[in-house]
């Protein structure tokens, strides 16, 4: 863009009035998509029979491929997260360049009334684009890295009475008690993040999150829950019960940044995400972080490889 904001101004943007004159019909986003999935002639391949002998077929559409081994029809979509969708492949390119550029997401209520589909449809929408995350490869973060845990969910003052009463009876307090915990990970150098939904928050768990993301000789920088403690790895600790949240290099306060986001994305964009869902949002958030140098274009590209060889099905979905 030719003006320079403020910010990661460094970064080459793309501007909604742009991305319309670069896909101004469904002809220009099928070519996108197709070019970002097969860059050279010879990487198109059948997704049925993995045959690289295929063929176009101009006037075969919405199937305009053919495979000359198994002799199927195939477009861009199939193979990825956006398999029998009927959704127009330009609402996708503007859903994923939304989702991208906003950095507390967007909401499905939003998403339907900036590309015109249900709200039903913009919700499965946008998780399918968070789907894309899913089971990334592990990165061993080499350190020094800052090791966290959060609880997301809402807060028991705002619950109603029938909720109330439903804690009372299944015997959870105030506080975290009944919240989803998510434990977080980021590596000072690279400042690539990791994240993941908990069942608990017991040293097995926490510690082999911790070293399940990490190299022997890393840095492992943490608050003081005991959980931590006697971790297989370099570590050091801030006592934020003492109100000591700085200690020479020792602090959370990057993981607590990326927190930050997460939640006044909750509060401020979704308002409520339901435990079942919750591990596509925070995989997304975490994916974006670490992608957030990029430029625009790049950051959609890395969406659309990701998406393929993912399935999500909607009846999955609400099941």
């Given amino acids: 863009m030719a003006h320079k904001a403020p910010g990661k101004h460094y970064r080459e943007g793309i501007s909604i009035m742009q991305l319309a004159d670069m896909f101004p019909n469904e002809e220009s986003a099928a070519k996108w998509f197709e070019d970002v999935r ?15 002998n295929t063929m176009r077929k101009e006037n075969r559409k919405p199937m305009p491929f053919r495979c000359r081994d198994c002799r199927s029809f195939f477009s861009v979509r199939q193979g990825s997260v956006m398999e029998h969708s009927r959704i127009p492949l330009r609402k ?18 939003k998403l339907h009334r900036d590309i ?6 913009a919700w499965f929408m946008l998780q399918r684009i968070r789907e894309a995350w899913a089971g990334e490869a592990k990165e061993l973060f080499e350190g020094p890295v800052e090791v966290d845990e ?16 439903a804690r009372k009876e299944a015997g959870i307090g105030r ?10 990970i980021k590596d000072r150098d690279t400042n690539h993040v990791a994240a993941k939904v908990v069942t608990s928050t017991d040293a097995p768990t926490l510690q082999g999150f911790v070293e399940g993301h990490t190299a022997p000789d890393a840095k492992v920088y943490s608050d003081e829950a005991a959980a931590y403690k006697g971790i297989d790895r370099d570590h050091e600790w801030v006592n934020h019960s003492v109100s000591e949240y700085v200690r020479e290099q020792a602090h959370t306060n990057g993981m607590e940044s990326f927190w930050a986001m997460l939640k006044r994305a909750y509060n401020g964009v979704y308002h409520h995400i339901s435990p079942q869902h919750l591990h596509r949002y925070v995989a997304e958030f975490a994916g974006r972080h670490n ?14 490889a990701l ?9 999955d979905l609400v099941s």
């Fill in 38 to 52: 097969w860059p050279n002639e010879g990487d198109r391949h059948c997704p049925h029979c993995g045959s690289f």
């Fill in 92 to 109: 996708w390119v503007f859903a994923i360049y939304l989702e991208m550029t906003s950095l507390k997401g967007v909401s499905s209520m």
């Fill in 116 to 121: 015109d589909v249900t709200q039903k449809t």
């Fill in 150 to 165: 959060t609880y997301v969910g809402g807060k028991v003052k705002n619950m109603s009475n029938k909720q109330r009463k």
């Fill in 175 to 184: 506080g975290p008690s009944g919240k989803t915990v998510v434990v977080g």
């Fill in 291 to 304: 992608i957030r140098e990029q430029d625009t274009m790049s950051q959609m590209h890395t969406v659309v």
């Fill in 307 to 315: 998406m393929v060889g993912k399935r999500l099905m909607y009846r």
